[in-house]
């Protein structure tokens, strides 16, 4: 298997995890239980083959990440691997972070919307999914731990997505503490890190699922600009991130589904958007 995951067919059966693509929707999961639905050195490249496919594939419009069982989403990356873990840090060692994290959508430039949805107990490296998801849907018996430095790593990369999604004292705490600190559920939607907060794993799931429908009837387009609008203005100051979104609000001037939109409306219709392979290939 290839560290890069150029070489892995996402339509065979993967190792602890699940990819399949139905009507538009693609559900990835995480799919360990009995070990936490930890993560392996294995599991990086074949993230990276999904979430390529999942930006390429003109057949998926809407991402929907999860786990199996109701217990654990992710408890981060598996201790049993501690030695495997080592030897695939040495290879990115000399790499900048573009060439060597490619867990989540973002780290693999996804502009199609993509839902997380959090049952049980979310630790460390689990955090990938839930800062970089556009929509975050939790149980109410779910929870979020940070356990780095509690076993000597530095909390660096889902940490700063963290400090986006809470405020600094919250992400610091949850750092800093580690294991000792628990952000439940109900404080996580409170705070603005879960976006919909569901009484039972069962109602997350299906609540994942509606979103996601409704989602499909949008223009693919101008999700995907609208997406790299918002995302964007997180890496500049507040004019050059007006000025990158007046680009891309301009670029969809030119695309069908500019005219679409209206003329559906006008004629009290559902829209024929147009399935543009290129949508999601703005910079």
């Not at 969809?252 to 024929?272: C, M, S, V």
Request: with cysteine; net charge negative; aromatic share 8%.
């Amino acid at each position: 298997m290839t560290t890069d995951g150029t070489n892995i067919d996402v339509t065979q059966p993967l190792e602890g995890m699940r990819y399949t693509i139905d009507d538009g929707i693609a559900r990835i999961t995480i799919d360990r239980p009995e070990r936490g639905n930890a993560l392996t050195p294995a599991m990086q490249p074949q993230f990276r083959a999904v979430w390529s496919d999942v930006r390429d594939n003109p057949a998926v419009r809407v991402a929907i990440i999860g786990a199996v069982g109701e217990r654990h989403f992710c408890t981060g990356f598996d201790v049993g691997e501690a030695d495997s873990d080592a030897a695939a840090e040495n290879v990115f060692v000399d790499k900048p972070l573009s060439q060597s994290v490619f867990w989540s959508p973002y780290q693999n430039g996804v502009w199609k919307p993509v839902i997380c949805v959090v049952n049980g107990t979310c630790v460390g490296g689990g955090h990938h999914f839930v800062v970089d998801a556009d929509i975050v849907v939790a149980s109410r018996n779910a929870k979020f731990i940070d356990s780095h430095v509690n076993v000597g790593m530095v909390g660096a990369i889902e940490n700063i997505g963290l400090a986006r999604r809470l405020p600094l004292g919250t992400a610091l705490r949850m750092t800093l503490q580690g294991s000792s600190y628990r952000l439940p559920a109900e404080r996580a939607h409170a705070l603005g890190m879960v976006d919909e907060l569901a009484d039972s794993p069962g109602e997350a799931r299906q609540s994942a699922e509606d979103i996601a429908l409704q989602l499909l009837k949008n223009s693919p387009q101008a999700m995907a600009l609208s997406k790299q609008a918002i995302w964007g203005a997180l890496e500049h100051g507040y004019t050059p991130a007006l000025e990158q979104g007046w680009a891309l609000l301009k670029s969809h001037w030119t695309h069908p589904d500019f005219e679409e939109g209206p003329r559906a409306f006008a004629e009290k219709r559902e829209p024929r958007w147009n399935p543009d392979p290129d949508a999601t290939s703005q910079a």
